[in-house]
């Protein structure tokens, strides 16, 4: 199975300009910073919640809990993967009971990476709501989960697979759409 390009859906000023629009839509909805918390799932959802972080604190002058969220273990096709999956580390080094948290990841596809994600979450704690925050959402879903913040919709077909690059793993930031071929 070979990937092509077949298109490049935002560059790093389509990304840097949805992070602002998605944090204002954080601050509008939630009123403000009050008990607010930003957790990104490992990989790319990690940086992007850093990113609106920061942006968040930029437009309220305040910052808000940021945490990274490992959810390896608590996938559904952990049977699936490699012998020994790799287990990054959980850091959410705040108490969730209360806040209002938005979880964080590059691509909504199928939902089970949220659902994974949700499992995680409440093991640690328990938030007062639960708001999902994506780059990306995809379609295809498998199980009723739907993003509150989205940078952009785009409809695929199941051959189609989206790219999300952030300068903080790969070196640069872009998001592109690309074909499986045989």
Known sequence: MKLLDKALLMDDDAIRRAITR???????????????ALVGIRRR???????L?????????STVPFGALDITLYRDDLTTLDVQPVIHKTEVPFSLNGKKVVLVDDVLYT????RAALDALIDIGRPQVIQLAVLI?????????????????????????ISVRVMEV?????????????
Request: hydrophobic residues 30%.
């Open 45 to 51: 959802g990690v940086p992007l919640a850093k990113r």
């Open 170 to 182: 790969d070196g640069e930031d872009g998001v592109s759409i690309q074909d499986m071929v045989d």
């Open 137 to 161: 959402d995809r379609g295809h879903k498998e199980l009723p989960i739907r993003a509150d913040y989205v940078g952009k919709n785009v409809p695929t077909s199941k051959r189609e697979v």
């Open 111 to 114: 939902g089970r990476t949220v």
């Open 22 to 36: 998605i944090a204002h839509e954080i601050l509008e909805k939630n009123e403000g910073i009050e008990n607010l």
């Open 53 to 61: 972080q920061e942006k968040i604190q930029e437009i309220e002058g």
